[in-house]
């Protein structure tokens, strides 16, 4: 057993320890992890893996001579299935998956993006493997966009091409945490409408146009709440800027929002210029081969700096976190 591939510690998530640190230096067979007398090695563990997982592993039941397999429930103590210890294992993932509802019933959301969410989580969308495992008779069941994959679900949202070039517009920045919902809900009904405009007409969407709306719609959203909020605050407190929030450029400028997001084989540069107004002007993105962060960062600005001169913006901001 390799012990960080196979599930081989109970009673941790997953099964498999964390490491101490990364990256990874040491690779082995869970019996490399004991010393000559069976007992633990506990100055390999801890070189190994983190606090916790240590700890479980040496709480692990080890028989020391040659005893016979036997499955093990390992809810209980004894190792012995009832019925109690599963029923509360289901509602502890049962109660996660609520709360995850009460905040999507809750949010400034469209009733019909909800919807739409929910009816996604539910398989309830009519790609061709949720057909087919109704049972229909699906005649193409290869994604709509010729990529030679079968279409089900988390490809038409989450690995298909086009959803790459979208994803590059999401807001994956500690700062987005409250917008990030909004920006997947709206992009995922997008990429929804697109399929379904390429499954059942000739036309190649224009991605570039429907990020900018995809863009304009978030935007409104959230306009929509701060006005909100800012109505239920009170006046002194309403004068105070938020500092984490995407300002404005001074009149007569525009400014290059510029970002990189590391994918495992490089990286994806998105640029959003917008004028003084805030309205988008206009969006790019690049694939590029650099996989440090930092330089990705630079690279981002550099591309920034191209659109502005492509588009002969001679009053420009550059912006980019570090
Ligand atoms: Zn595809």
Request: glycine content about 4%; aromatic content about 12%.
């Amino acid at each position: 057993m390799n012990f960080w591939e196979d599930p081989w510690v109970p009673n941790i998530q997953g099964f498999i320890p964390k490491p101490r640190q990364l990256p990874v230096i040491s690779f082995g067979m869970v019996n490399s992890l004991k010393r000559s007398n069976g007992d633990w090695d506990d100055v390999r563990l801890n070189a190994l893996f983190d606090h916790e997982s240590v700890q479980k592993i040496q709480e692990m039941f080890w028989a020391k001579s040659n005893q016979e397999d036997k499955i093990i429930w390992s809810k209980t103590r004894n190792g012995t299935f009832n019925v109690k210890t599963a029923y509360m294992a289901q509602e502890a993932d049962h109660h996660k998956e609520q709360n995850w509802w009460k905040i999507l019933w809750k949010s400034k959301l469209h009733e019909r993006t909800k919807f739409f969410l929910w009816k996604l989580a539910n398989h309830g969308r009519p790609v061709s493997s949720n057909l087919s495992n109704r049972g229909m008779s699906v005649i193409h069941n290869e994604c709509v966009y010729g990529c030679n994959c079968s279409e089900d679900e988390i490809h038409v949202f989450f690995l298909c091409e086009v959803d790459r070039w979208m994803a590059g517009f999401l807001p994956i920045h500690e700062d987005d945490k409250e917008n990030f919902l909004f920006f997947s809900a709206i992009t995922l009904e997008y990429l929804w409408k697109i399929r379904n405009t390429s499954y059942h007409t000739v036309e190649t969407p224009n991605l570039q146009q429907i990020a900018v709306l995809i863009h304009k719609n978030v935007n409104e959203m959230i306009d929509a709440t701060k006005r909100d909020a800012r109505a239920s605050r009170s006046p002194e407190e309403s004068n105070g800027h938020n500092h984490l929030s995407w300002r404005k450029p001074l009149a007569g400028f525009i400014k290059l929002n510029s970002d990189a997001m590391m994918r495992s084989n490089g990286c994806f540069i998105a640029i959003i210029a917008r004028n003084e107004e805030g309205k988008v002007l206009s969006i790019h993105s690049f694939k590029s081969r650099v996989s440090i962060p930092e330089v990705a960062k630079l690279e981002a600005v550099a591309k920034a700096m191209h659109v502005a001169q492509f588009h002969g913006w001679t009053k420009v901001i550059f912006e980019t976190d570090a």
